[in-house]
C-alpha cells in the first residue's frame, strides 16, 4: 500500500507529496533544510523487489518531459542494505510501472525497473564503486539515466522499457536506512519549439561552493536573468534581464535596477571595474560597449563600430577587452582592447577562419584567457596582454567557453557544452557542465552539473574571497 508522510506541503520544495510504498514497519521521513536546501529521507522498507516496493519516496507527478537531478549521500552509520536514489513512477499503486537509478551502501549502481505494473522488476548494473551523482531525464517515450562520481562526466544509458503515458511521477526515493540528497533540481525544460532569443523559460540565480560542490538558489524570476558579476565589496550581484541591468542585493535579496541612461537593451556582456567604481556594458540591437558609473548614470560610448561584446576590465581599470566582429566577418571575431579614457581599438588576436571570445584578463595582469575555435572545437587558450605567446589549455573533444579566474589567481572556471553543439555556438537551454581547472591548465573537474547555457555564466562571477561562483540555471513552469 501507499501511505503518505506527515510534512506538510511546505516541507517538500519542489516536490508535492512524500509516500511510504508497500510495507515498512516505521512511517518513513521527509525532513528539508532550508537554508541548504537539503533534504533527508529515511525508511525502513526493504527496497524495490518483484513483490513488493517497500520504501521512503518524496516525488511531484508532471505532464511531459521533466529532468531529475541529485548529489546523493549515504551516512558512514546507514546499514549495508540501504539504497538510494531517484525514480520514475506511473502512479502510487504498490507494484507500479517504474524506473529506478540506485546506488547502494556497498557502492555499486544500477538501474532497477519494472515494464509493466505487477510485473518482475529487472537491474541493469551500471557501475560498481563511487556513484553519487544522479540524473533521469523523461524525453517523450524514452528515459535517459546518467551517473557519475562528484566532478566526474555523466556516463548514460538511454531506456525504452516502460512506457509512463502522458503523467508520471518523479522523485526521490530511499529504503533501508537514511540518505541525504542535496543540489536537488527539478526542472522542466523548454519546449522542443522554443525561438532562441524570442522565448524564454525561467531562471534561477544559484550560488556555488567550489570546495564543496553545494549550490544555493536565491533568486527566481519567471523569465530570462543572465550572468552574474559579483561585486568586490562581496554584497550584490549585477545581472542583465530584459535589456536592464539588475543589482542583486546578498543580505536582503533585492533586485534593484541600475540606471543606463539611453542605453536599455543591454546584453549578458558586462563586467564591474577592479576598483569597483564602474560597470562596463555591451548594449544595443548592433552591440557596442560603454561604461557607466557602478551606481547608474550616464554611458560613455567606447567602441562606435559594433558587433563589440565586452568581457573584462584589466587589473589597472586602464583598458576593457572584448569580441569584435570588424569588416563583414559575420560570426568569425576576434579579440580588441580600447582605453577605459577613451581612444583607439586594438586588435590582439587575427585568427582567419574562427571566433576567438571570451577573453579576461587574469587578477596579476600577466595573461589574457580566453576560448576560440581555430582547432575545430571551441578551446580554452592564453595569451600574453599584447597578443603574443598564444598557447591552448584544454584539449577535449567537447566545447568549453569563458574561462573566469578566481581572484587568487589560482584556478579558473568555464561552462562546457557536449560535441553536439557548433563549436561557435553557445545555445540557451542545454546539459551543460561547469568546470574547473588550475590556472596554467590540467585535468578538468565538474563542479556543477547544468541545465542553462547561455546566460549561465557569460562573464566572471566569482566571489571575492575565492570561495564561491554565480551562475543561472533554467527551468520552465513546473
Same mark, same amino acid.
Given at each position: 500500500?501507499?501511505?503518505?508522510?506527515?510534512?506538510?506541503?511546505? $516541507?517538500?520544495?519542489?516536490?508535492?507529496?512524500?509516500?511510504?510504498?508497500?510495507?515498512?514497519?516505521?512511517?518513513?521521513?521527509?525532513? &528539508?533544510?532550508?537554508?541548504?536546501?537539503?533534504?533527508?529521507?529515511?525508511?525502513?522498507?526493504?527496497?524495490?523487489?518483484?513483490?513488493?516496493?517497500?520504501?521512503?519516496?518524496?516525488?511531484?507527478?508532471?505532464?511531459?518531459?521533466?529532468?531529475?537531478?541529485?548529489?546523493?549521500?549515504?551516512?558512514?552509520?546507514?546499514? $549495508?542494505?540501504?539504497?538510494?536514489?531517484?525514480? &520514475?513512477?506511473?502512479?502510487?499503486?504498490?507494484?507500479?510501472?517504474?524506473?529506478?537509478? *540506485?546506488?547502494?551502501?556497498?557502492?555499486?549502481?544500477?538501474?532497477?525497473?519494472?515494464?509493466?505494473?505487477?510485473?518482475?522488476?529487472?537491474?541493469?548494473?551500471?557501475?560498481?564503486?563511487?556513484?553519487?551523482? *544522479?540524473?533521469?531525464?523523461?524525453?517523450?517515450?524514452? /528515459?535517459?539515466?546518467?551517473? $557519475?562520481?562528484?566532478?566526474?562526466?555523466? +556516463?548514460?544509458?538511454?531506456?525504452?522499457?516502460?512506457?509512463?503515458?502522458?503523467? @508520471?511521477?518523479?522523485?526521490?526515493?530511499?529504503?533501508?536506512?537514511?540518505?541525504?540528497?542535496?543540489?536537488?533540481?527539478?526542472?522542466?525544460?523548454?519546449? $522542443?519549439?522554443?525561438?532562441?532569443?524570442?522565448?524564454?523559460? #525561467?531562471?534561477?540565480?544559484?550560488?556555488?561552493?567550489?570546495?564543496? =560542490?553545494?549550490?544555493?538558489?536565491? !533568486?527566481?524570476?519567471?523569465?530570462?536573468?543572465?550572468?552574474?558579476? %559579483?561585486?568586490?565589496?562581496?554584497?550584490?550581484?549585477?545581472?542583465?534581464?530584459?535589456?536592464?541591468?539588475?543589482?542583486?542585493?546578498?543580505? /536582503?535579496?533585492?533586485?534593484?535596477?541600475?540606471?543606463?541612461?539611453?542605453?536599455?537593451?543591454?546584453?549578458?556582456?558586462?563586467?564591474?571595474?577592479?576598483?569597483?567604481?564602474?560597470?562596463?556594458?555591451?548594449?544595443?540591437?548592433?552591440?557596442?560597449?560603454?561604461?557607466?558609473?557602478?551606481?547608474?548614470? @550616464?554611458?560613455?560610448?567606447?567602441?562606435?563600430?559594433?558587433?563589440?561584446?565586452?568581457?573584462?576590465?584589466?587589473?589597472?581599470?586602464?583598458?576593457?577587452?572584448? /569580441?569584435?566582429?570588424?569588416?563583414?566577418?559575420?560570426?568569425?571575431?576576434?579579440?580588441?582592447?580600447?582605453?577605459?579614457?577613451? #581612444?583607439?581599438?586594438?586588435?590582439?588576436?587575427? +585568427?582567419?577562419?574562427? *571566433?576567438?571570445?571570451?577573453?579576461?584578463?587574469?587578477?596579476?595582469?600577466?595573461?589574457?584567457?580566453?576560448?576560440?575555435?581555430?582547432?575545430?572545437?571551441?578551446?580554452? %587558450?592564453?595569451?600574453?596582454?599584447?597578443?603574443?605567446?598564444?598557447?591552448?589549455? /584544454?584539449?577535449?573533444?567537447?566545447?568549453? %567557453?569563458?574561462?573566469?579566474?578566481?581572484?587568487? =589567481?589560482?584556478?579558473?572556471?568555464?561552462?562546457?557544452?557536449?560535441?553536439?553543439?557548433?563549436?561557435?555556438? !553557445?545555445?540557451?537551454?542545454?546539459?551543460?557542465?561547469?568546470?574547473?581547472?588550475?590556472?596554467? =591548465?590540467?585535468?578538468?573537474?565538474?563542479?556543477?552539473?547544468?541545465?542553462?547555457?547561455? =546566460?549561465?555564466?557569460?562573464?566572471?562571477?566569482?566571489?571575492?574571497?575565492?570561495?564561491?561562483?554565480?551562475?543561472?540555471?533554467?527551468?520552465?513552469? &513546473?
Amino acid at each position: 500500500m501507499a501511505s503518505p508522510s506527515s510534512p506538510s506541503l511546505a $516541507a517538500f520544495g519542489p516536490f508535492s507529496q512524500a509516500t511510504d510504498l508497500g510495507l515498512v514497519d516505521a512511517p518513513g521521513r521527509t525532513v &528539508l533544510d532550508p537554508e541548504a536546501q537539503e533534504f533527508l529521507l529515511a525508511s525502513t522498507g526493504a527496497g524495490l523487489a518483484t513483490e513488493s516496493d517497500a520504501c521512503h519516496y518524496l516525488s511531484r507527478q508532471l505532464e511531459g518531459d521533466c529532468i531529475l537531478q541529485a548529489l546523493t549521500e549515504l551516512p558512514a552509520t546507514t546499514e $549495508a542494505a540501504a539504497s538510494v536514489g531517484l525514480m &520514475l513512477r506511473a502512479s502510487l499503486a504498490p507494484l507500479a510501472a517504474s524506473l529506478s537509478v *540506485l546506488r547502494l551502501r556497498n557502492g555499486t549502481t544500477s538501474i532497477l525497473l519494472r515494464r509493466q505494473e505487477g510485473g518482475p522488476v529487472e537491474e541493469i548494473r551500471l557501475a560498481d564503486r563511487g556513484t553519487d551523482m *544522479l540524473q533521469l531525464v523523461r524525453r517523450g517515450a524514452e /528515459t535517459l539515466v546518467s551517473v $557519475a562520481r562528484f566532478g566526474d562526466l555523466f +556516463t548514460s544509458r538511454t531506456c525504452h522499457e516502460v512506457d509512463f503515458g502522458p503523467a @508520471a511521477y518523479f522523485g526521490l526515493i530511499v529504503a533501508g536506512g537514511s540518505a541525504r540528497f542535496r543540489n536537488v533540481r527539478l526542472v522542466r525544460p523548454a519546449p $522542443a519549439d522554443f525561438q532562441p532569443y524570442h522565448d524564454y523559460i #525561467g531562471s534561477e540565480l544559484e550560488l556555488l561552493e567550489i570546495a564543496t =560542490g553545494r549550490r544555493r538558489i536565491v !533568486h527566481h524570476e519567471d523569465d530570462s536573468l543572465q550572468a552574474p558579476n %559579483w561585486t568586490a565589496d562581496n554584497r550584490a550581484l549585477f545581472c542583465n534581464r530584459n535589456g536592464r541591468i539588475y543589482r542583486f542585493d546578498l543580505a /536582503t535579496r533585492a533586485m534593484t535596477l541600475i540606471d543606463t541612461g539611453d542605453q536599455v537593451k543591454n546584453n549578458n556582456d558586462h563586467a564591474i571595474s577592479f576598483d569597483g567604481t564602474m560597470l562596463g556594458i555591451s548594449s544595443g540591437d548592433v552591440s557596442r560597449i560603454y561604461t557607466v558609473p557602478v551606481g547608474g548614470g @550616464a554611458p560613455k560610448l567606447l567602441t562606435p563600430e559594433g558587433p563589440s561584446y565586452f568581457h573584462s576590465w584589466s587589473p589597472d581599470d586602464k583598458y576593457l577587452i572584448f /569580441t569584435g566582429g570588424r569588416g563583414g566577418c559575420g560570426p568569425l571575431m576576434n579579440l580588441y582592447r580600447v582605453p577605459a579614457a577613451g #581612444g583607439p581599438e586594438e586588435r590582439l588576436t587575427n +585568427t582567419p577562419g574562427a *571566433l576567438d571570445d571570451g577573453s579576461e584578463y587574469s587578477p596579476d595582469g600577466q595573461f589574457i584567457y580566453f576560448n576560440s575555435t581555430r582547432t575545430g572545437r571551441m578551446q580554452l %587558450w592564453r595569451m600574453r596582454p599584447d597578443g603574443s605567446a598564444q598557447e591552448q589549455l /584544454t584539449f577535449d573533444s567537447f566545447n568549453n %567557453w569563458f574561462p573566469h579566474l578566481s581572484p587568487d =589567481g589560482k584556478s579558473l572556471v568555464f561552462i562546457t557544452y557536449g560535441p553536439e553543439i557548433r563549436a561557435e555556438d !553557445h545555445p540557451f537551454y542545454k546539459h551543460v557542465y561547469l568546470r574547473q581547472i588550475p590556472v596554467g =591548465g590540467g585535468p578538468a573537474t565538474v563542479v556543477a552539473y547544468v541545465y542553462g547555457g547561455q =546566460g549561465s555564466m557569460n562573464v566572471n562571477s566569482w566571489s571575492p574571497d575565492s570561495r564561491y561562483i554565480s551562475f543561472v540555471s533554467n527551468s520552465d513552469v &513546473l
